[in-house]
């Protein structure tokens, strides 16, 4: 079993000591949230992997979701966001999940020796809706999904002769027996929760809280909003052991009940919380030594993988959002270096393979900073009729074992982000 509390330590150490550069100014608080309950929800990164074609190990997402009010019944309104790349048709398996172009020879070709064909990206989403009863935990794996049967309570009513059973109050017959009366009460009816469209997958999961009483649904303007909290587990098995990496799901706050266009959600600082104008990432720089191996026995060092994901998506016309993420990185001694990439959909990439394919030289990597932590400063900007904020979180590994954290913020994104829902 690994030792995730040295890990989570020596990530703090990196993290402590980050956070004091640029003389351990206080950035200030952006409106969306990682530790408060919310009415939009987004985990930027999940990941299902069960037979481990792509990854290293099998890898599965466990996913919580929560309603924290204490009286209403509040509706989750999700969607996955499949981010897979497939093999373009002159494969040899056209259609298959790939990470790059020697996961898709050509026909005849032993990989990855090449010549291959194309690996081209993708995005398309699923929908699904979840009631959540007042104050109820849910927990599903990615893979799997939760079927309508195996909520806590899929029915509309309890018996009560036998308060554990579950039953239907419309029907015509008495299904709790005897002189029990199936009595109404909140419930997870009308939910279900799909497995992720592939296996592998990798993507995004993003819930807007909606009125489980409007008609045609709509997001929760009534009272009570903000009542959604959640957080992920990315599990990778190596057996016997288990490593888990665990982050909080990124909450976006409404506001205020205004009018905008029909079905769009718009992160504006006025219906809902904006998103952060900078991101910021206190992290050990990658290929360092682990910082509490006092032998100096660490092998392979420390890495941290980024995932960042648009605030704003178009559903309607799966059209994903789009921005240019702005790197301005500091090491120890405040000397910094910058870089740029694109994100369209999803991006996630080792740190020290954002601006080169060399790890060791690049400005992410203790080889090149010769400072053991740094700090990440990460702007959204483009044109994009989503607009241009992030989202992100962030995972450390240190000698095949990680944990995940959240990223911090700074200031409100000047522009506006919109979901627009079909």
Same mark, same amino acid.
């Given at each position: 079993?690994?030792?995730?509390?040295?890990?989570?330590?020596?990530?703090?150490?990196?993290?402590?000591?980050?956070?004091?550069?640029?003389?351990?100014?206080?950035?200030?608080?952006?409106?969306?949230?990682?530790?408060?309950?919310?009415?939009?929800?987004?985990?930027?990164?999940?990941?299902?992997?069960?037979?481990?074609?792509?990854?290293?190990?099998?890898?599965?997402?466990?996913?919580?979701?929560?309603?924290?009010?204490?009286?209403?019944?509040?509706?989750?309104?999700?969607?996955?966001?499949?981010?897979?790349?497939?093999?373009?048709?002159?494969?040899?398996?056209?259609?298959?999940?790939?990470?790059?172009?020697?996961?898709?020879?050509?026909?005849?070709?032993?990989?990855?020796? =090449?010549?291959?064909?194309? @690996?081209?990206?993708?995005? /398309?989403?699923?929908?699904?809706? %979840?009631?959540? +009863? #007042? *104050?109820? &935990?849910?927990?599903?794996?990615?893979?799997?999904?939760?079927?309508?049967?195996?909520?806590?309570?899929?029915?509309?009513?309890?018996?009560?002769?036998?308060?554990?059973?579950?039953?239907?109050?419309?029907?015509?017959?008495?299904?709790? =027996?005897?002189?029990?009366? @199936?009595?109404?009460?909140? /419930?997870?009816?009308?939910?279900? %929760?799909?497995? +992720? #469209? *592939?296996? &592998?997958?990798?993507?995004?999961?993003?819930?807007?809280?909606?009125?489980?009483?409007?008609?045609?649904?709509?997001?929760?303007?009534?009272?009570?909003?903000?009542?959604?909290?959640?957080?992920?587990?990315?599990?990778?098995?190596?057996?016997?052991?288990?490593?888990?990496?665990?982050?909080?799901?990124?909450?976006?706050?409404?506001?205020?009940?205004?009018?905008?266009?029909?079905?769009?959600?718009?992160?504006?600082?006025?219906?809902?919380?904006?998103?952060?104008?900078?991101?910021?990432?206190?992290?050990?720089?990658?290929?360092?030594?682990?910082?509490?191996?006092?032998?100096?026995?660490?092998?392979?060092?420390?890495?941290?993988?980024?995932?960042?994901?648009?605030?704003?998506?178009?559903?309607?016309?799966?059209?994903?959002?789009?921005?240019?993420?702005?790197?301005?990185?500091?090491?120890?001694?405040?000397?910094?270096?910058?870089?740029?990439?694109?994100?369209?959909?999803?991006?996630?990439?080792?740190?020290?393979?954002?601006?080169?394919?060399?790890?060791?030289?690049?400005?992410?990597?203790?080889?090149?900073?010769?400072?053991?932590?740094?700090?990440?400063?990460?702007?959204?900007?483009?044109?994009?009729?989503?607009?241009?904020?992030?989202?992100?979180?962030?995972?450390?590994?240190?000698?095949?074992?990680?944990?995940?954290?959240?990223?911090?913020?700074?200031?409100?994104?000047?522009?506006?982000?919109?979901?627009?829902?079909?």
């Amino acid at each position: 079993m690994v030792n995730t509390r040295r890990i989570a330590s020596a990530v703090r150490a990196g993290l402590v000591l980050g956070a004091c550069l640029l003389g351990c100014v206080s950035p200030a608080r952006a409106l969306t949230t990682s530790d408060k309950p919310a009415s939009i929800l987004v985990w930027p990164k999940i990941i299902v992997d069960t037979n481990s074609a792509l990854q290293s190990r099998p890898t599965d997402t466990i996913i919580e979701l929560g309603n924290v009010n204490t009286s209403s019944v509040k509706q989750a309104h999700c969607f996955y966001i499949n981010a897979n790349s497939h093999c373009s048709e002159a494969a040899a398996e056209p259609g298959k999940v790939c990470l790059g172009p020697s996961d898709c020879p050509l026909p005849g070709v032993t990989a990855p020796t =090449g010549p291959n064909a194309s @690996c081209v990206p993708g995005w /398309s989403e699923i929908d699904f809706d %979840v009631k959540i +009863t #007042p *104050e109820q &935990p849910l927990q599903w794996r990615a893979s799997t999904g939760l079927a309508r049967k195996d909520f806590p309570l899929p029915d509309a009513g309890l018996c009560t002769n036998h308060p554990d059973q579950s039953c239907n109050p419309s029907s015509s017959v008495n299904t709790c =027996g005897g002189a029990g009366v @199936c009595a109404v009460v909140p /419930s997870n009816a009308g939910s279900g %929760v799909p497995p +992720t #469209p *592939e296996d &592998p997958f990798v993507g995004t999961l993003k819930c807007i809280q909606f009125d489980p009483n409007s008609n045609p649904p709509a997001p929760d303007q009534g009272s009570g909003h903000n009542a959604l909290i959640g957080a992920a587990l990315i599990e990778e098995t190596t057996t016997p052991s288990v490593d888990l990496q665990r982050y909080n799901a990124v909450g976006v706050t409404h506001l205020n009940d205004v009018e905008s266009n029909p079905g769009q959600v718009q992160l504006d600082g006025t219906q809902y919380a904006t998103c952060a104008s900078t991101l910021i990432l206190n992290h050990i720089f990658d290929n360092a030594p682990d910082p509490l191996d006092s032998e100096g026995a660490s092998s392979t060092g420390v890495t941290t993988d980024l995932t960042l994901v648009p605030c704003g998506d178009d559903f309607l016309r799966q059209d994903p959002g789009n921005a240019t993420a702005q790197y301005l990185v500091f090491n120890e001694f405040e000397q910094r270096l910058s870089t740029s990439r694109k994100v369209d959909c999803f991006f996630e990439r080792q740190l020290s393979l954002i601006d080169t394919n060399t790890s060791t030289r690049s400005i992410f990597s203790f080889n090149v900073q010769g400072t053991l932590v740094g700090q990440t400063r990460i702007r959204g900007v483009g044109g994009a009729s989503t607009g241009h904020g992030l989202l992100g979180v962030a995972l450390t590994d240190i000698n095949g074992s990680g944990v995940g954290y959240n990223l911090q913020q700074s200031g409100n994104n000047s522009g506006i982000d919109i979901i627009t829902i079909p």
